[in-house]
């Protein structure tokens, strides 16, 4: 049976064929559609962790259990997970764990373009690369495979293309391996000194046998052509790769990347006469090649940033220049990605921005709102950032004299992410930071997945719903409120009254996302045009379902406005109304 | 190497290119092609514009569609038929929505849409196919939910696949009670 696949969800079919029966991620794109597509088979378990460092010591702890186990993330849940990741490296496993990073070259999605390749030598694990839907369903079952017989984690590497590139995969029945017992085993899973120093040795002789696997691993593999050029890639820039050169150059595709198989490399390379190592991102492949005493051709054309494309091998490696784009004599309006209608975020920023607060943003929608007209946000940087920075920034202000404040912003997916210690840090060090909370009642970024925070499991169970304003004061938060995102007036006197308090303040905006099913209808608003005096101040919230029209009027779209009223309570001259209905200002 | 066509089905984040782009893969495999479909969700899902790479063919590698190399561009909203404009190949087809979905700037009175869309592509593309599918949608299959589906039917004529191929895919992929709905809107769209 042929399916067709994203790279996502074959990676959560192969879960499902190879018998998977447990899996953890936080949600996070290019990564997300792993975990969602497993969710529905009843033979495995699923959750949204905590975050990715929680998802990994709960896979791992299920491995110890005896379950072949798949945990997913973004490239840079890695670096929240690389604490246990590179001690689980010592310790092994027990069913077979394979971990997945999804990494996003070019930044569709993130804040950052790491090429986590680099964390398989790093933490001394094997890595498998899939170069497409196929192939991610196989290596699956193969890095299950790999990780029991070489007691090991194994991470596989993805990237954006790969993981929502769809392709035809050619689908099988669940196999059912059996349990693998636990049995206590102090001095290969208590990764003390004394038993660490041991482990040490069991990695070192663990990657000589590894590197002789990469040898024999069958998606390691030559496609012998004509031999003037030789080409070593991995990953989807072999598709790329193929594309541009189709069989008129040989081909060594790597799936296993690391440790990598260095008689192949060398045979293939003692039999062409030229070689390219094409790969996007970091001179991965080339650097250790290279170190072989190999001489190749690789980042001095081939860029190290950015995803790769066939159409920048055909300019860097054939010198095809790529036609210039016929300039066209209108406007190419950009339509860049805004806070929806209706968004419970865009009061928040209007404020913040009214009071012309310095503002620590965070990793979420609310990053949209750096853009214009709301352009609230003074960073972005990584999950639960906002509070640590804005603690960091009051602190350093009081010391040197003056008494800034910083307002940290957050969501509330993120605030159980990794909010949550750097509140008791601010706590606990006498800091007298501002925390916006942005409570939307789901991780809305990545498609609407439950968090500690929503009352349900990812299996769609009811939970303990934790209460982050109760997380606040159990912390030794004294200043704690809770507001509606849309009373505009409430927003503002709740804000002030934080930043006048001297001490820690944290602030919960409850509402929920504007995209979340199941939300009450609101009536959609219209303008008034004999009251309206075209002042404008209502575009200044940014709502797409305000448009402005060339003879400057402005008019609501009633199939986009979600009836928030932001726009009526903002506007000077009670224009804003409901439609059919008393005006409200 | 053998012949690989390319599709582009581009639009605004929330207008259902990527539910039209399943229904096109879904027939070109059915058809027995090897087939390759690209998209990115997450950041640009708000409201922004959106593409998806449809290629197939005897074997397809790279899932990209490279510039000036699209058979065909199915475009849900004229300012993005413009944008995605450099990706046409000289004699290819530009079956294009006749709407316009304003964009923030141009919302927010900073930038001007180009309500000339269609002169332009009528200019630069070989074959330029116009519809209103809100419009067809709602007069014509009276359920104005059916406006990819109407854009499906234009993009087929434009397409060697067998109807009864593309009439197959459509029933598997849209709810039951709007089979029959979506058949009639597919059929609309082929009109034009």
Redesign the interface.
């Known amino acids: 049976m042929?399916l067709?696949l994203s790279g996502d969800e074959a990676i959560a079919r192969g879960a499902y064929e190879y018998g998977a029966t447990f899996a953890a991620a936080y949600p996070g794109?290019?990564s997300t559609e792993i975990i969602e597509n497993l969710i529905p088979y009843k033979e495995v378990y699923a959750e949204w962790s905590t975050n990715e460092k929680v998802a990994l010591e709960v896979g791992l702890g299920a491995s110890l259990a005896g379950s072949r186990v798949v945990v997913a993330m973004k490239h840079v849940g890695v670096n929240v997970a690389a604490d246990p990741l590179f001690t689980a490296a010592y310790t092994g496993v027990n069913g077979g764990l394979v971990l997945v990073s999804a990494d996003d070259p070019t930044m569709?999605?993130s804040q950052n373009e790491q090429d986590n390749r680099n964390v398989a030598p790093f933490a001394k694990i094997p890595m498998l690369e899939p170069a497409d839907s196929q192939e991610a369903k196989d290596l699956v079952g193969e890095g299950f495979k790999i990780s029991e017989e070489f007691d090991t984690p194994v991470l596989m590497r993805i990237t954006?293309?790969i993981a929502?590139?769809?392709?035809?995969v050619e689908c099988q029945k669940r196999q059912e391996p059996p349990r693998r017992e636990y049995k206590k085993n102090s001095p290969k899973y208590c990764m003390v000194p004394a038993f660490a120093r041991q482990r040490r040795l069991v990695v070192e002789e663990r990657t000589a046998r590894l590197k002789e696997f990469s040898e024999t691993f069958p998606y390691n593999r030559i496609e012998w052509g004509p031999k003037d050029v030789g080409i070593i890639t991995s990953g989807?820039s072999y598709?790329?790769a193929?594309?541009v050169f189709?069989d008129e150059v040989s081909y060594l595709k790597l799936a296993f990347t690391w440790p990598l198989p260095e008689k192949m490399i060398r045979e293939f390379a003692s039999k062409v006469k030229k070689i390219y190592v094409i790969e996007e991102l970091d001179p991965y492949l080339e650097t250790q090649i290279r170190a072989l005493g190999i001489e190749v051709i690789g980042k001095e054309v081939i860029p190290n940033m950015f995803e790769l494309?066939?159409?920048i091998l055909?300019e860097k490696i054939l010198g095809e220049k790529?036609?210039e784009?016929?300039k066209?004599?209108?406007?190419?309006?950009?339509?860049?990605?805004?806070?929806?209608a209706g968004c419970p975020h865009r009061p928040i920023f209007h404020v913040v921005k009214k009071l012309g607060l310095t503002a620590m943003g965070d990793i979420g929608?609310y990053?949209?709102g750096v853009?214009?007209?709301l352009e609230a946000v003074d960073t972005t940087v990584c999950m639960g950032a906002s509070i640590g920075m804005s603690h960091g920034f009051q602190k350093a202000s009081a010391w040197l004299g003056d008494n800034k404040k910083a307002v940290g912003i957050i969501g509330d997916s993120t605030f159980f992410h990794g909010g949550m210690t750097g509140l008791a840090d601010m706590v606990f060090n006498k800091g007298a930071g501002v925390v916006l909370v942005l409570d939307n009642r789901t991780t809305a970024?990545?498609g609407h997945q439950p968090h500690p925070g929503t009352g349900i499991t990812a299996k769609g169970e009811a939970t303990e719903e934790i209460k982050i304003e109760d997380v606040a004061r159990s912390m030794g938060v004294k200043d704690v409120a809770v507001v509606d995102s849309y009373d505009l007036e409430a927003v503002e006197k709740a804000i002030r009254h934080a930043l006048d308090f001297d001490g820690p303040s944290v602030v919960v905006f409850r509402r929920a996302c504007a995209l979340l099913k199941g939300q009450e209808k609101l009536p959609p608003l219209e303008i008034d045009q004999e009251t309206c005096t075209k002042c404008?101040s209502c575009?200044r919230i940014?709502c797409?379902a305000?448009?402005?029209h060339p003879d400057?009027s402005v008019t609501i779209d009633v199939n986009a406005c979600t009836g928030c009223t932001v726009c009526a309570q903002v506007c000077p001259f009670d224009a804003i109304a409901k439609v059919g209905g008393e005006v409200r200002g | 190497m053998a012949k690989v066509t390319n599709v582009l089905l581009v639009g605004v984040g929330g207008q259902g290119t990527i539910l039209a782009a399943r229904i096109l893969s879904g027939v070109l495999q059915e058809a027995g092609y090897d087939v390759k479909m690209s998209e990115v969700h997450g950041m640009s899902q708000r409201g922004g514009s959106v593409v998806t790479f449809v290629r197939y063919g005897e074997k397809v590698y790279s899932p990209l569609v490279e510039k000036g190399t699209a058979d065909i561009i199915l475009s849900f909203e004229k300012l993005e038929a413009l944008r995605w404009l450099p990706y046409l190949k000289p004699d290819g087809t530009i079956v294009v929505n006749d709407l316009a979905l304003l964009p923030a700037p141009v919302l927010l009175g900073k930038a001007e849409y180009p309500y000339n869309a269609l002169d332009i592509l009528r200019e630069k593309a070989k074959e330029l196919i116009t519809l209103d599918a809100s419009k067809v949608a709602a007069e014509e299959v009276g359920n104005i939910r059916t406006q990819n589906v109407v854009l499906l039917g234009a993009l087929a004529k434009h397409m060697d696949i067998e109807e009864e191929i593309w009439q197959k895919i459509i029933r598997e992929n849209v709810p039951p009670k709007t089979i029959e709905a979506n058949l009639k809107a597919f059929a609309a769209g082929g009109q034009y």
């Open positions: 042929k067709f794109t290019p569709h999605s954006t293309r929502h590139g769809k392709g035809l989807i598709q790329y193929k594309e189709g494309s066939a159409e055909r790529v036609a784009e016929e066209l004599d209108v406007p190419v309006t950009p339509r860049p990605p805004v806070l929806c929608c990053g949209l853009a214009p007209p970024m990545t404008h575009l940014g797409p305000l448009v402005h400057k």
